[in-house]
């Protein structure tokens, strides 16, 4: 195994520990930027630490749907993080790295919570997770169109594949590669569940999104939670930075170029949190149809340019 295939490996697993650090350095850095000292890039960890010190305690009532949610949505999130390669040498895993089963996981992620929601029957948890659900819809939408202008291209739904195609300066003179970047902020902001479309940071009912569902849990099942939500944060980011932001195509140029542009994304979502407040909850849709419709330029300019 060459030094650069070892270094991916041991990236992609890493991820499995190093997914807290992203939603840290975004609440670090936005505290930085709003003359706050804020809590430090470790402070996930020490929520992990001590939720998972703690026991559960299940709602009265609630059901399977409840109790196995974490683990599940946890669990599918873990293969996510497997399935996204670190540049184009990620580990030849059984699940191998197609970005439509990426699609899918995450999707089935969002489904088990929104289940434990409706499984409960909590006035919050639900309107947390009818409201994720709804943009759910716009935003897979979103992120398929994404996948099919980086697959155009590559001529293949894999990742790897994608993440070659778009190697060097030249992909940069199409039209539809803006197309796909621009589209691919939108659904950054929509899978972490940042501002402006959502807040991480509020339990106000009328701005909940992301947070409703998990209103109910504690201890480990939150926990599981609360690492889940940051491993949406490093598979996109990671998937952001290899599709969305120019790259060069040699193995540590690939890697170095990937490590700036996830710290790059990590900057950008703590500068639009800091300049963009929460947006009412009636203008998301239409602004993930505004990204569809973008998406959508992109996939006629990229089927013009094939044909």
């Known amino acids: 195994m060459r030094a650069a295939d070892a270094a991916a490996t041991a990236a992609q697993m890493a991820g499995l520990a190093l997914a807290p650090l992203l939603p840290g350095g975004v609440q670090a850095l936005k505290a930085r930027l709003q003359g706050r000292r804020g809590p430090g890039v470790l402070q996930p960890y020490r929520e992990l630490r001590r939720l998972w010190r703690r026991g559960t305690v299940d709602p009265e009532g609630s059901g399977a749907a409840y109790r196995w949610a974490p683990v599940a949505a ?4 873990a293969v996510c993080v497997l399935v996204v390669p670190v540049g184009a040498w990620g580990t030849a895993w059984p699940a191998g790295h197609d970005a439509l089963l990426l699609v ?4 089935l992620a969002r489904i088990a919570v929104a289940l434990s929601a409706w499984d409960t029957g909590g006035g919050f948890g639900l309107m947390g997770a009818s ?28 990742l790897r594949a994608m993440w070659e195609a778009g190697a060097g300066t030249g992909p940069w003179e199409d039209p539809a590669r803006w197309c796909a970047a621009l589209a691919m902020g939108l659904v950054v902001l929509l899978e972490t569940g940042r501002q402006p479309i959502d807040n991480p940071d509020t339990h106000l ?27 949406r944060h490093w598979v996109v980011l990671v998937v952001a930075a290899s599709l969305a932001l120019p790259h060069p195509g ?3 140029g690939g890697l170095a170029a990937l490590a700036l542009g996830v710290l790059a994304l990590v900057g950008g979502l703590a500068l639009v949190e800091s300049w963009q407040a929460k947006m009412r909850l009636l203008r ?24």
Do not use: C, K, N
């Open 74 to 77: 946890a669990a599918a999130l």
């Open 104 to 107: 899918g996981l995450l999707a």
């Open 131 to 158: 409201r994720e659900l709804a943009f759910a819809v716009v935003g897979e939408a979103l992120l398929v169109l994404v996948v099919l202008l980086a697959a155009i291209p590559a001529g293949s739904t894999d």
């Open 205 to 231: 009912e009328l701005t909940m999104v992301h947070e409703g569902p998990l209103l109910e849990y504690a201890g480990r099942d939150l926990a599981l939670l609360q690492w889940t939500a940051a491993a």
């Open 250 to 252: 040699d193995a540590a």
């Open 284 to 307: 998301v849709p239409p602004t993930l149809l505004a990204g569809v419709a973008v998406a959508l330029a992109g996939v006629v300019s990229a089927a013009w340019g094939a044909g």
